[in-house]
């Protein structure tokens, strides 16, 4: 039974570029949810996406947007990637809320130069 | 910002020895959750704590949520050196995200 699958693996950027990561959640789960991973610091939540709509989001700008698809399946966008984005991408699927725990995959690492 | 703290930052022990890593906040959590992460990999999934006072054991793990579901702690017993990771602790209150503690980073020596 596949996990959670993340893409790319690694990625380099300039600042100022647009980015867009992948994500293809556990099967059976329905919800997909976006943290970012700081070097020496905890995931910090982004946002949420249930049935293609964004059910909660984060203290991040609306540079950070996303979307769900019919499969399940998620899509992170960041716009004018600044220096401070450099971090670990991380997608979390659950079923419903997540309330009993969410299935992350590997990240997507992200460096911006 | 991170509501949860926990402590210690760093753990280095050798094959064996018990340790008792600590989670704490001011404020309350439906329910508390505890990963553990490799580097290079995503966080794993360990416990979810939901009642005030619960305990759960896992192995040589043994986790406890706090009776006013603010704090909680992971015990580990005898220590092996594949126990190496970043322990995580995480509550959810209202809504659907999850605040994460910075972390324990502990380091396991045969």
């Known amino acids: 039974d596949a996990g959670v699958t993340q893409s790319p693996t690694h990625l380099i950027k300039t600042r100022g570029q647009q980015v867009t990561l992948r994500c293809s959640p556990k099967s059976g789960h329905d919800t997909v949810s976006w943290y970012q991973q700081a070097l020496g610091q905890g995931p910090q939540f982004i946002f949420q996406y249930y049935e293609e709509e964004e059910r909660q989001r984060g203290n991040f700008p609306d540079r950070f947007s996303g979307h769900q698809f019919p499969n399940y399946s998620s899509e992170l966008n960041v716009n004018a990637l600044l220096l401070g984005d450099s971090a670990l991408y991380l997608c979390a699927s659950s079923l419903a809320g997540g309330f009993y725990g969410y299935t992350f995959g590997s990240g997507t690492r992200l460096t911006v130069v | 910002t991170q509501l949860l703290e926990q402590s210690p930052q760093f753990l280095s022990i050798q094959e064996g020895e018990n340790l008792t890593v600590y989670c704490n906040s001011s404020s309350v959590f439906s329910s508390l959750q505890w990963y553990r992460q490799e580097p290079g990999e995503g966080p794993v999934l360990l416990v979810t704590?939901?009642?005030?006072?619960e305990v759960k054991k896992l192995k040589r793990l043994t986790f406890q949520f706090g009776d006013a579901r603010k704090d909680s702690s992971l015990h580990i017993t005898a220590a092996q050196p594949g126990d190496t990771g970043l322990y995580l602790c995480?509550?959810?209150?209202?809504?659907?995200?999850?605040?994460f503690g910075k972390g324990t980073s502990l380091l396991v020596t045969p």
């Open positions: 704590v939901v009642t005030g006072g």
């Open positions: 995480a509550g959810a209150n209202s809504g659907y995200a999850l605040n």
